[in-house]
């Protein structure tokens, strides 16, 4: 079946880096948009970034612009989310997903195949 699959989260204290993969299981990922976006518990989803089928367009988020970079590499069928400078706010479950269309929006309605999530934990 189609698969998304997220790898990289751990324990890390404010300021350090982390860099999440989100491998998929079929190359045709590689004609889709592709976003990260983060759960906290009790918490919406939320958008952080999107990029182009081709890696050549990418979007942020305000509240990780700056600090998390988004990036694909098709030969691999993988996308990346390098984090830096991370806070104690950036704690939550991190997922990547395929985009529905060309240009999804932030929503998460935009998005259909999603990963299980991996745990990113930042202490203060």
């Known amino acids: 079946q189609v698969q998304l699959v997220e790898s990289g989260g751990g324990l890390v204290q404010a300021g350090d880096s982390l860099r999440l993969s989100c491998a998929a299981s079929?190359?045709?990922?590689?004609?889709?948009?592709m976003g990260w976006f983060r759960q906290a518990p009790g918490r919406a989803r939320e958008f952080l970034a999107t990029i182009t089928w081709n890696g050549g367009g990418t979007r942020y988020a305000d509240s990780v612009k700056g600090r998390f970079t988004i990036s694909r590499d098709n030969a691999k069928i993988t996308v990346y989310l390098q984090m830096n400078s991370l806070k104690p706010e950036d704690t939550a479950v991190y997922y990547c997903?395929?985009?529905?269309?060309?240009?999804?929006?932030?929503?998460?309605?935009?998005?259909?195949?999603w990963g299980q999530g991996t745990q990113v934990t930042v202490s203060s």
């Open positions: 079929q190359r045709a990922f590689n004609n889709y948009s």
């Open positions: 997903a395929r985009g529905r269309k060309t240009l999804p929006r932030n929503s998460p309605d935009d998005y259909d195949y």
